[in-house]
C-alpha cells in the first residue's frame, strides 16, 4: 500500500483528497503548514508528497527546497498559481508535476499514478523502445525504422536526461544545466536548435513532435508512448 502525504490549507480540499485517494486503497496523511508537512515526512516516509505552494508557516516551495536535500520521493504540486514563474520555481526546486487549481480529481489520480509508476522503476532498462525508434544506452545506438540514427555527444546527452525523466516535465533551466554547466542556464536558443535535430532524427513527423514535446516558455517532456495528447 502506497503511502500519500498531502499538504494544504484549504479544508475542503484535504478532505476532498483524502477521500478519494484512500478510496483507491492509497494510505493518506494530511497537513495543514509547512513545518507539520516537512514534520511528517521524518515521521511517515511517504511514497508520494502532494503539495500546495501557498502554506502557512513554511512555504510550499520551502518544504521542497528542504525535502531535496535527503529525500528523491515525487512531489506533484497542487496550487492556485497558475504563472510560469511559479511553475518553473517549483519545478527547478525537484518537483515532479504541476496542477493548477481548480483540477479534476480524474487528472490528479492519473498522475498519481504515473508518478508511483516512476518510482517502483528502480532502475531504466538499457534499451528503450518506442512504436517509433529504439534507444541502446548500452551500445550508444538509436535507430529509427530499423536505420542508425546518428546523434551527437550533445543530442546524446540531452536525449538522455529526457528519458530518464519520462513522463516528467523538465524545464530549460535544468536541462542546459545538466547537459552544458550553469553558466549556460539561460541559452535557450541552445536547446530549440538541438530539439529540432533530435526530432528530425527520431521523430515520425518532427514539426508535430509526438515523444519529445515542448512545454511553452516551461521546458520539455518525453512521453514514451507517443501519443498526442
Known amino acids: 500500500m502506497f503511502k500519500i502525504l498531502v499538504v494544504d490549507d484549504e479544508v475542503q480540499i484535504l478532505r476532498a483528497l483524502k477521500t478519494n485517494l484512500e478510496a483507491r486503497d492509497y494510505k493518506v496523511w494530511t497537513a495543514h503548514d509547512g ?3 516537512i514534520r ?3 515521521d511517515v516516509g511517504p511514497d508520494l508528497l502532494i503539495l500546495d505552494l501557498g502554506l502557512p508557516k513554511k512555504s510550499g516551495l520551502d518544504v521542497l527546497r528542504s525535502l531535496r536535500t535527503w529525500s528523491d520521493i515525487p512531489v506533484i504540486i497542487v496550487s492556485a498559481r497558475n504563472g ?3 511553475k518553473i520555481a517549483a519545478l527547478d526546486e525537484g518537483a ?3 496542477l493548477t487549481k481548480p483540477f479534476s480529481i480524474g487528472e490528479l489520480l492519473a498522475r498519481v499514478r504515473a508518478a508511483l509508476r516512476r518510482r517502483v522503476q528502480v532502475e531504466l532498462s538499457p534499451v ?3 512504436p517509433d525508434f529504439e534507444i541502446d544506452f548500452a551500445r550508444g545506438v538509436a535507430t529509427r525504422n530499423g536505420e542508425v540514427a546518428h546523434l551527437t555527444p550533445l543530442e546524446w546527452k540531452i536525449v538522455s536526461v529526457l528519458i530518464h525523466s519520462e513522463g516528467r516535465l523538465v524545464t530549460q533551466r535544468s536541462l542546459l ?3 552544458w554547466g550553469p553558466e549556460y542556464e539561460n541559452e535557450s536558443g ?7 535535430h533530435i526530432r528530425r532524427k527520431l521523430e515520425p513527423e518532427p514539426a508535430r513532435p509526438r515523444y519529445f514535446r515542448t512545454e511553452p ?3 520539455y517532456r518525453f512521453n514514451a508512448d507517443g501519443v498526442l495528447r
Open 190 to 196: 541552445y536547446l530549440r536548435v538541438h530539439m529540432t
Open 40 to 42: 511528517l515526512i521524518g
Open 217 to 219: 516558455g516551461i521546458g
Open 96 to 98: 515532479d508535476d504541476y
Open 128 to 130: 528503450v523502445t518506442t
Open 84 to 86: 510560469d514563474p511559479d
Open 177 to 179: 544545466n545538466e547537459v
Open 35 to 37: 513545518e507539520e508537512a
